[in-house]
């Protein structure tokens, strides 16, 4: 059964084979695809909601009189987004009817000093918005996460959840970092 | 050398090829090698892109959902505020996120709309009358056999490019390299312009032989095009990586907060109407084509509107502030630095997509030979090169030729 290549004078049968196929065997590269798509797909699903808000269930958030839904959106410690440093996604569902009140909600990684610095800003429909947290270098794992909500009437509010809470995976990476440092 | 190389186990395939000299051995050989040991491989990759050449004219063909069919007694096209009021009518729950307008006047307008739960979806409106016609999959086929071919599924993460984007896009350098060796080696190719040949009786070898040389010397332009644009993604990628960028346009534009409306509620702010966006973004460069239009995604950000250029191969865009209609941002052409249109232009170059569907079906065409080029050409290197290889290291070794393996 060759595969039309010109033997070589392999001894044993898997030698034979190995002369045989050695140069058909990178077909088995399609499987890379095969095994990538439901990763991929279930990334489309959350693209579009249809896989719910983030990785896990929603933590709650109240702040000032909204109640907001916020969740990470993959379980992993924070990425390297190179340039852009070490980064966190998340995602946020406003309260029904709260869209009519909040211009926006800002997410950061400790107290933020200022409403200027109120950290990375949710985009997306009210039901499901998504920002890009810094997780800078100073960044420990018992900070909180801060949401700094702004209202169109010119109100803010302020909000903090422990980052241990929302977000297990990048406490712990930011606790061995800080323990690696040592 | 060369004397002794001729005189090695293996004839070359064609008579006139006996008088070549030892470095066009040698450029067969690496010919040969460029591919074939991931000629499955690159198959599949040269099969895939063919198909997404014609992807959105192969749903057209399955789908009456993505055609834009004149109802009876229509004759205008709807303005954007419109067809959106129409859409919106049909979905009061929901809310628009972006409207594209297919550059081809036969598909369907594509609108994606949140839903009061957040889910996404994008829904094919017809043109004429505003109706739904039907709704987009979570992964519709064009994106399905664009994201097969481009990056293998493999996901981005880190902030980096796709692992799959690499591997794909690195094969443009063997691609360039088969199509320089090709050349190399087939001496006087330009006769067969005039004189093509393709022996249809004289043997499996023979035919694939003649077919992969007829095939080769035709689509040199497009296995050019393929290969450079395949291997700039994937310099493009490694720049990215490394942090280079060459794009001028800087960071995406946040509105001022002093430019934003004072109102109590959001319900206060006056509707934004597409037709005054487009209109206020045309006024500032009149030769803005709309292709398409992102919504603001939040109270800071500027309805986004892009399209082609007059040039079809570079891409314009416009930024207006939805709360008073002033520009705030423009790209056009000459805003663009030569190094970036050189390489947005990398992109419809690749996919055949700025002519119409014409130039689609003869990528298509193309793509198809380029497909057959791979597979023919392995059938010819498993009956020579493996045989040659051998003969051209032993005759380069051993005083005396050599029969026997020499790898």
């Known amino acids: 059964m060759s595969a039309g290549i010109q033997r070589g004078h392999a001894a044993t049968r898997l030698g034979r084979w190995w002369q045989d196929w050695r140069f058909h065997l990178n077909a088995l590269a399609i499987l890379v695809p095969v095994a990538a798509f439901p990763a991929f797909y279930h990334l489309a699903r959350m693209d579009t909601g249809e896989a719910g808000l983030g990785a896990r269930e929603p933590a709650i958030v109240q702040a000032g009189p909204h109640a907001l839904r916020l969740v990470e959106f993959t379980v992993d410690p924070p990425m390297n987004a190179g340039v852009a440093g070490r980064r966190k996604v998340f995602r946020l569902a406003l309260c029904p009817g709260c869209d009519d009140d909040i211009r926006a909600v800002h997410i950061r990684l400790g107290k933020p000093r200022s409403l200027r610095a109120a950290g990375a800003l949710f985009s997306g429909p009210p039901e499901r918005q998504t920002a890009d947290m810094a997780v800078p270098d100073s960044a420990r794992a018992r900070d909180a996460i801060w949401l700094t909500v702004e209202e169109w009437s010119g109100a803010t509010h302020q909000a903090q959840v422990p980052l241990a809470e929302v977000a297990p995976a990048t406490a712990d990476w930011l606790r061995r970092r800080k323990e690696g440092r040592e | ?407």
């Open chain 2, 1 to 407: 050398m060369t004397e002794r190389a001729q005189t090695g186990p293996a004839a070359a395939p064609r008579p006139k090829k006996k008088k070549k000299g030892g470095m066009a051995r040698l450029w067969l050989l690496i010919h040969g090698w460029l591919a074939l040991p991931l000629w499955a491989y690159v198959f599949f990759i040269c099969v895939t892109g063919t198909i997404a050449t014609i992807s959105h004219e192969l749903i057209w063909l399955t789908s009456p959902d993505v055609r834009a069919s004149r109802p009876e007694g229509a004759t205008e096209r709807l303005t954007p505020d419109a067809m959106i009021a129409a859409v919106l009518a049909q979905r009061p729950e929901s809310r628009v996120r972006s409207v594209s307008w297919p550059v081809e006047t036969h598909f369907a307008p594509e609108v994606t709309l949140s839903d009061r739960a957040g889910l996404s979806s994008t829904v094919y409106v017809n043109p004429y009358d505003g109706r739904i016609q039907g709704v987009s999959g979570t992964v519709g086929f064009r994106y399905f056999i664009r994201a097969l071919h481009g990056w293998l599924f493999l996901p981005w993460t880190g902030g980096g490019y796709s692992w799959g984007w690499y591997a794909v896009s690195f094969m443009g350098i063997p691609m360039i390299g088969s199509l320089v060796t090709g050349i190399m080696v087939y001496k006087k190719f330009w006769r067969a312009y005039l004189n093509p040949r393709l022996r249809i009786g004289k043997g499996a070898r023979t035919f694939w032989g003649d077919f992969h040389r007829l095939a080769g010397i035709w689509s040199m332009p497009f296995v050019a095009i393929i290969g450079v644009t395949g291997t700039w993604f994937f310099v493009e990628a490694l720049l990215s990586d490394n942090g280079v960028s060459i794009s001028t346009a800087g960071v995406p534009t946040v509105l001022e907060r002093e430019t934003l409306p004072l109102v109590a509620h959001r319900a206060d702010l006056p509707p934004v109407s597409l037709d005054e966006v487009i209109a206020s973004a045309r006024a500032a460069h009149p030769g803005l084509r709309v292709d398409g239009l992102w919504l603001p995604e939040n109270a800071f950000s500027p309805v986004d509107i892009y399209g082609r250029g007059a040039f079809p191969l570079f891409y314009e865009s416009a930024s207006v502030n939805p709360y008073d209609g002033q520009v705030v941002r423009l790209r056009r052409v000459a805003d663009q630095s030569a190094l970036e249109l050189a390489t947005t232009l990398m992109y419809p170059l690749h996919f055949g997509d700025f002519l119409g569907i014409w130039l689609k079906l003869v990528y298509f065409f193309f793509g198809l030979l380029l497909s057959m080029m791979v597979l023919s050409g392995m059938l010819i290197w498993t009956k020579r090169t493996a045989r040659e290889t051998k003969a051209y290291v032993a005759a380069r070794r051993a005083p005396a030729p050599v029969t026997g393996p020499a790898e």
